[in-house]
């Protein structure tokens, strides 16, 4: 096994080198304990009041807020006539990172969405144009990558398909992250070719279109029940159907993830993504008619986000005119229903085509979203019990309000460039008289 390594972070610590043994990671955790300790000797004298317990974080977070401070002020209104300024959106941000942080450092969210986590703080610390904030989600990426890679040493004896393509999510994420191990991924390749389209994506896309007949989770009992049936295996209780636009978006990302990590989870990325003509032309909310509205707008986005490999890439809205309208005519509607998680979507999805601070649909779910902070910095129902609804929407009103460091107008897959312009070629024929 092989830990492969990563660039100094800010405090000038090497978090990873190559190591020949097993040994390596407790060797480099305890190298990292040592460093950080030292960190936190330091930030306790300057703040005797900081208590003793994760110290780590403490120091972490203080250098961020300090680096946060020194940087330039911006307190000119972000466009004439706005509510808020650059600080107030900057600070903003920096209180939800911080939600997010302290949340997932609890071990029950963590054990339970690590690989989430790990993942948002890696690609959010790639991509965000502000430096302090880039690498205050370095450092807490980092961080939490360590922790995963403790946790998640070896593919458990019968795994299933669901458990290996979260592992390959936590394994590249934390990669991303330069804290890498050769042999978890090693077992993951090996294990991954075990599993069929339908036990990784609920369909098979090589032969049918996204279905209508898989069911949710049982609300009741969190049973995960086979496609098709109706009732609960376990409680007989009548089971909720997922959308077709649902399916699809989560096969979508699955196979994405799959790529990312060269080890394919039931399909290729280029094989689900055919199947988008099929979810296309969109319905609008219409007066919450539409039931599959919420649904097709995530389908939407994340055909942006992994075409655009997670706000990296500026994206043609010909090579998506159909998303692209949809996106933009749905802002209003998530601000009519007070959609905070679904609003921050629609707002990084068209930035990455092209839309900024001069563009209504931003000014108007910009505002939207910074009125709306919870005093806790989170966004969304401080009620939910589940930390996926807690740690989502304020992922997503951090990603919707943040500028972005985009790396030119590319497509994630180059390959695919003209089959989304094919698509769209057909699209013009049908709407242009
Ligand atoms: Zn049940």
Request: with cysteine; charged share 25%.
């Amino acid at each position: 096994m092989a830990l492969r390594a990563a660039p100094a972070n800010h405090a000038g610590i090497k978090v990873g080198q190559a190591f020949p043994t097993a040994l390596s990671l407790e060797f480099l955790v305890l190298k990292k304990i040592a460093c950080l300790l030292l960190i936190f000797l330091c930030a306790s004298l300057a703040r005797p009041h900081s208590s003793s317990q994760h110290g780590d974080a403490r120091a972490a977070q203080h250098k961020a807020s300090v680096s946060l401070q020194a940087s330039r002020r911006d307190a000119r209104p972000l466009w004439p006539g706005a509510r808020f300024n650059g600080d107030d959106r900057r600070r903003a941000i920096y209180r939800g990172m911080r939600f997010i942080y302290r949340g997932a450092r609890e071990p029950e969210n963590f054990k339970e969405y690590g690989e989430d986590l790990v993942w948002w703080f890696g690609v959010t610390s790639g991509v965000m144009r502000d430096p302090a904030l880039r690498r205050m989600a370095r450092r807490m990426g980092v961080e939490l990558a360590l922790r995963w890679r403790r946790e998640h040493r070896t593919v458990p004896r019968g795994a299933d398909a669901d458990t290996i393509a979260e592992l390959v999510s936590g394994d590249n994420a934390a990669s991303s992250l330069g804290v890498r191990a050769a042999r978890l991924k090693e077992q993951l390749r090996f294990a991954a070719s075990r599993f069929s389209a339908r036990e990784y994506l609920k369909f098979d896309p090589l032969t049918e279109p996204p279905p209508n007949d898989v069911p949710e989770e049982c609300e009741y009992d969190q049973t995960e029940n086979p496609r098709g049936a109706t009732v609960c295996a376990v409680c007989h209780r009548p089971l909720a159907m997922k959308s077709r636009y649902d399916v699809w978006y989560d096969a979508l990302i699955t196979a994405y993830i799959g790529e990312r990590a060269r080890i394919k989870l039931g399909a290729s990325y280029a094989d689900v993504l055919k199947w988008l003509p099929s979810l296309r032309p969109y319905r609008g909310r219409e007066q919450d008619a539409n039931t599959d509205f919420i649904d097709s707008v995530y389908a939407a986005t994340h055909v942006v986000y992994t075409l655009n490999d997670y706000s990296r890439y500026r994206l043609s809205p010909r090579w998506l005119p159909q998303e692209y309208e949809f996106l933009r005519s749905s802002v209003k509607e998530a601000v009519a229903i007070g959609d905070t998680d679904m609003l921050g979507e629609l707002l990084d999805s068209l930035k990455s085509f092209g839309l900024t601070d001069a563009d209504a649909e931003v000014r108007a779910g910009t505002e939207f979203l910074l009125a709306r902070q919870n005093l806790d910095g989170s966004w969304g129902d401080v009620d939910e019990d589940d930390f996926y609804d807690r740690y989502h929407p304020t992922e997503t009103a951090i990603d919707g309000l943040s500028d972005y460091a985009w790396q030119g107008e590319r497509i994630n897959f180059p390959q695919l460039k003209p089959v989304l312009e094919k698509w769209a070629a057909g699209h013009e024929a049908t709407t242009t008289p």
